[in-house]
């Protein structure tokens, strides 16, 4: 039930987000103050989404071979500008290669 | 009515649209390895429809964040679409229903295309193919990515290290535009990192916001 609350306010979030761009006046929020900050607010996001997906398993810093190689190989393709479906394939194929053995 | 430079633009808003498919595999089997039903995973492609802030969502659900924190992420990396909106708005002149359907179309790519062109008719015809390729598959992709996520385990198949890569790779081009980017983004890194032992999932990548304060330009910038 709480995930429906999730996806329905998610949902209605992102949309009326985008929706008001278009409603209201241009110079509301076009100052190039405000433009840097929401140009800079994903790169700050992102970053921590990074760390905690690689580092976190709930509350706890824990360090896994198998995903910590996938990430370091999917990390080398993203660094050679390797389109995202490469990204992808070579992270999952290794970690879940070295699980196997 | 179709130019060879029209059907140039066509051809390059689709290729755009197939590429950012690949995420929806990857966004799909994120979104029912974190609980999230086949359903809900499709429903918040097609209306939500927005990445990072979709990833964001599932991300911090998978993390053991609540309701609010997942939430909150996920608007504050979405809040980029306002601007996007706003630099469209005056491109696009769209009124009516299609003004509603352009504002579920804003989202990076049909954005960053639609702003590579001069000729505002150009502009046009790459959101709107951008856009509607986008959609297609990414929510083609999605589906396939939630069923095959729900018939077998992702992490057999690596989704643990998938999911930070994806992330990683949302926020390369980011860090090639500049040093403070790349200030910013050390910094909220280590502010999450710091902060995982001490507060509820979630927390963490909220509090990286504060890795803004880093950006020196900003207090240069006038307003």
């Not at chain 1, 190989?73 to 879940?96: D, M």
């Not at chain 2, 979104?31 to 927005?50: M, P």
Request: hydrophobic share 55%.
């Amino acid at each position: 039930m709480t995930i429906w609350i999730l996806v329905g306010a998610t949902i209605a979030g992102c949309y009326l987000q985008k929706l008001a761009g278009y409603l209201v006046p241009a110079h509301v929020l076009d100052g190039p103050r405000v433009r840097r900050l929401v140009e800079l607010l994903p790169v700050a996001l992102l970053a921590a989404l990074v760390v905690v997906q690689l580092l976190a398993n709930g509350r706890h810093l824990v360090l896994d071979g198998p995903r910590l190689t996938g990430f370091a190989v999917g990390a080398l393709a993203v660094w050679r500008r390797a389109p995202f479906i490469v990204v992808v394939v070579a992270a999952g194929l290794t970690a879940g290669l070295l699980r196997l053995v | 009515m179709t130019s060879p430079q029209r059907s140039a633009v066509i051809r390059d808003s689709l290729g755009v649209g197939i590429a950012v498919g690949a995420y929806g595999f990857a966004f799909g089997a994120a979104s029912v390895a974190a609980g999230l039903s086949v359903l809900q995973s499709c429903l918040l492609s097609l209306f939500a429809f927005t990445g990072g802030t979709q990833f964001a969502v599932v991300g911090v659900i998978a993390g053991g964040g609540g309701v609010g924190a997942a939430l909150a992420s996920g608007l504050l990396l979405g809040s980029r679409n306002t601007l996007y909106a706003m630099r469209l708005a005056p491109l696009l002149q769209v009124r009516g229903p299609r003004r509603l359907l352009a504002a579920l179309g804003t989202i990076d790519e049909s954005t960053a295309m639609a702003v590579g062109h001069a000729d505002p008719r150009d502009a046009r015809t790459a959101f709107w193919w951008t856009a509607g390729g986008v959609f297609v598959f990414w929510n083609l992709s999605t589906l396939i990515g939630a069923l095959l996520g729900s018939l077998v385990d992702p992490t057999d198949f690596g989704l643990d290290a998938v999911v930070p890569a994806a992330f990683l790779a949302l926020l390369a081009p980011r860090l090639r535009s500049g040093a403070v980017e790349k200030r910013v983004a050390f910094g909220g890194a280590a502010i999450a990192a710091v902060l995982v032992p001490f507060t509820p999932p979630g927390v963490p990548v909220l509090a990286a916001t504060a890795a803004l304060l880093l950006a020196t330009d900003l207090r240069r910038v006038r307003r």
